[in-house]
């Protein structure tokens, strides 16, 4: 079946290392997602219209629950106006923000734990705000914390989960394996984290700015009291789309507890900016065969971004 493809989609799969030899069932989802001309600027054939969740082919399989344990979730939001501010004419955005000059320690609430006036800081501030932030249990157990990386002007913004092991090391979101992948994924549709203009260096931030020990999965509490921080980084970037990889990321930023296979294929929305749902990629290490769907949410994210919004199928 893959030698019927189109080169380049092969060449952008094997990028993503989605296994070209898939069983009959799962070798048809790609070309659910195929086909239409290249998307300007990114390289990047987009789905010809958004594959909603009602219209998802049937699979052989079904489709693997992210989570391996159920959990409690942030609680569903009550809907907010939009928070971004409006972008700045392009040439006004500075690629990557000063470094942090002195700020104001923290303030604390009288429990002495979560920061007050985030809402209102500047990249320096907040970048200090979460390297000093004693909010919960996990600073105790971080190396330090993991901030963000990438264009904090980009278009696209990135959301994962917490920091592992390398990223505590290292300070950096998606270091380890996973974040090779996602290097790979961004690389199939012309996207980087690496110094680029904002239409394709990408901003990475997590929903835990610390790691949890052993890698547990973050408590609601955590992701309760880490909220403001991504926020506050989704206002400042005003990126022109998210892409929610795995279900703390889409708990956090959309209040939902739907797993991500009933979540996918469509355009959800956090505070005016377009939201697509995908697998978080370490679970796409654990089960390569749902890189296909990946694969297929790149694309309509893509088709979103140069579409400015007419892909929607959001309610
Ligand atoms: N997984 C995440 O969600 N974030 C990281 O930074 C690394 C792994």
Known sequence: M??????????????????????????????????????????????????????????AAPVAA??????????????????????????ARPVQSARPGPV????????GRRILGVESMDWPALREAVAGCRACGLCESRRQTVFGVGNERAEWMLVGEAPGEQEDRLGEPFVGKAGQLLDNMLRSIGLTRSEAEPARQVYIANVLKCRPPANRNPQPQEVLQCEPFLKRQVELVSPRLILAMGRFAVQSLLGSQEPIGRL?????????????????????LRNPLDKARAWEDLCLAAAQRESGGGATSAP
């Not at 048809?28 to 010809?48: D, H, M, N, S, T």
């Not at 391996?68 to 040439?91: F, K, L, M």
């Open 2 to 59: 893959s030698e019927r493809w189109p080169p380049r989609r092969l060449a952008m799969l094997e990028a993503m290392g989605v296994p070209l030899r898939l069983p009959r069932m799962q070798a048809e989802v790609p070309q659910q997602a195929a086909a239409p001309p290249a998307a300007p600027g990114l390289g990047v054939r987009p789905v010809e219209a958004p594959v909603t969740a009602a219209a998802a082919p049937a699979r």
């Open 264 to 284: 996918r294929g469509r355009v959800h929305q956090y505070h005016g900016v377009p939201v697509i749902v995908t697998y978080h990629p370490a679970y796409l």
């Open 104 to 111: 104001a320690p923290p303030e604390a609430t009288a429990d």
């Open 66 to 91: 992210e989570p391996a344990t159920p959990r409690t979730a942030a609680p569903v939001r009550p809907a907010e106006p939009a928070v971004a501010p409006p972008r700045p004419a392009a040439d």
